[in-house]
């Protein structure tokens, strides 16, 4: 079993910056894929972006050039630094580590781009 836990999440004005980590438990955290994904009220949850465990990037068009993920197989730290935050961007923010044969999903973080 592997537990996700993401932290920094918060409010923030549009413009604003706030760097997401979603720390991993057990030993397989270095050997695969991770990726960030959220889900606004009332909207499917969408991809955001993601990582290779030797450090290939992609990300959604809607966040290309703002957001950068990044992680530290050392720490089984996944991060999301996020620029020049939007109003749409607010959503509940959760990371994925994806195996072979199934995907761990952490349990969320709120981020809210309000005024």
Same mark, same amino acid.
């Given at each position: ?5 993401? %932290?920094?999440?918060? #409010? ?5 910056? @706030? $760097? =997401?980590?979603?720390? /991993?438990?057990? %030993?397989?955290?270095? /050997?695969?894929? !991770?990726?960030?994904?959220?889900? *606004? ?7 955001? *972006?993601?990582? +290779?465990? #030797?450090? +290939? ?10 957001? !950068?993920?990044?992680?530290?197989? *050392?720490?089984? $730290?996944?991060? #999301?630094?996020? &620029? &020049?935050?939007?109003?749409?961007? !607010? /959503?509940?923010? =959760?990371? #994925? @580590?994806? !195996?072979? &044969? ?6 969320? +973080?709120?981020? $809210?781009?309000?005024?």
């Amino acid at each position: 079993q592997v537990w996700l836990v993401e %932290s920094g999440g918060g #409010l923030v004005q549009p413009g604003g910056s @706030l $760097t =997401l980590s979603c720390e /991993a438990s057990g %030993s397989i955290f270095s /050997a695969y894929a !991770t990726g960030w994904y959220r889900q *606004a009220p009332g909207k499917q949850r969408e991809f955001v *972006a993601s990582i +290779t465990s #030797l450090g +290939t990037t992609k990300y959604s068009d809607s966040v290309k050039g703002r957001f !950068t993920i990044s992680r530290d197989n *050392a720490k089984n $730290t996944l991060y #999301l630094q996020m &620029n &020049n935050l939007k109003p749409e961007d !607010t /959503a509940e923010y =959760l990371c #994925l @580590l994806a !195996t072979a &044969n199934e995907g761990y999903w952490g349990q969320g +973080t709120q981020v $809210t781009v309000s005024s």
